[in-house]
């Protein structure tokens, strides 16, 4: 459990407090990197950017502000930047503007299950449709916000995102056909 006194440490620089605060949180923070790379590979690549950036930045943590938001908000821009370098990052523009939003509908009993089978087919999304997907629905992002992080116009994240939850749902269908 990270006290108030580790976070005052760790804001001051304290190695054992960073220590005690990649431990509470680099698991949690790993399964966000996964979310927006491809593979274990490149979340681990993330993550360790992730951390280097918050053990550098310590003294500009605000004690006031809570420490695991900071920590996700760092590993989230990281993760961004690093799909931007590496991957082939391609918004599709056509479809550009939704009137309706279509829900998906989506019965199960076993959510565990269901979480397992959402995280394998993200990592079978193109690389724009999986960003959005997360950004909105993981991270509560407007798209407005999107659009402001990845650069694009509001309109193409909706795109993007009604395609991802389209594809989403294909793919699902796709894996109770072959179950």
Not at 76 to 101: G, M, P, R, W
Not at 116 to 124: G, M, P, R
Request: charged share 30%.
């Amino acid at each position: 459990m990270i006290t108030k006194e580790i976070e005052e440490r760790f804001k001051n620089g304290d190695r054992k407090a960073f220590d005690a605060i990649y431990a509470a949180y680099s698991a949690a923070m790993f399964g966000v990197c996964l979310r927006y790379t491809r593979c274990q590979d490149d979340a681990q690549d993330v993550l360790q950017e992730a951390f280097i950036r918050i053990y550098r930045n310590s003294g500009q943590y605000s004690l006031d502000k809570p420490l695991a938001a900071w920590i996700k908000t760092i590993t989230i821009n990281c993760a961004l930047t690093y799909i931007k370098q590496h991957y082939k990052f391609v918004l599709h523009e056509e479809d550009s503007f939704f009137d309706q939003q279509h829900e998906m509908n989506i019965e199960t009993e076993d959510q565990e299950l269901l979480r397992k089978q959402l995280l394998a087919v993200l990592t079978k999304l193109p690389d724009g449709y999986r960003t959005v997907f997360n950004l909105f629905v993981i991270e509560n992002l407007t798209h407005k916000e999107i659009a402001e992080h990845l650069e694009i116009s509001e309109s193409t994240s909706k795109s993007q995102f009604f395609k991802a939850k389209r594809m989403i749902q294909q793919l699902l269908e796709a894996e109770k056909v072959r179950a």
